[in-house]
């Protein structure tokens, strides 16, 4: 699997990747070459991941924290429907890397 973040230092963008896995530092390699030739791209690919992450999260605390308010069950829905967000979220997450990895 190859994961990727982009980030600015100084003046410039950095692109950082990480491949884990099975996954061969040249394949790494090209995949980050490819990145870096639409850089637009890397941005949308990172910054949907990560706002992915965020809505299924606040999405599950939401939802828990209505269903606690409507059985007054305490914060145990709240918690439970968050971990389930941050999971669903997860889940997304690492099913996208591995899509935009070429299906490993």
């Keep these: 699997m190859v994961v990727a973040a982009l980030f600015r230092r100084g003046e410039s963008l950095v692109l950082f990747v990480v491949v884990a896995g099975a996954s061969s530092a040249r394949r790494g390699a090209r995949f980050a070459r490819g990145l870096m030739r639409k850089p637009l791209r890397a941005v949308a690919l990172i910054f949907g991941l990560g706002l992915t992450l965020a809505v ?12 606690d308010r409507r059985w007054g069950t305490g914060p145990w829905l709240s918690l439970m429907g968050t971990l389930l967000g941050m999971g669903l979220g997860l889940w997304q997450v690492l099913s996208e890397a591995r899509r935009v990895d070429g299906g490993r």
């Design 56 to 67: 299924t999260t606040a999405a599950g605390a939401l939802l828990g924290d209505y269903l």
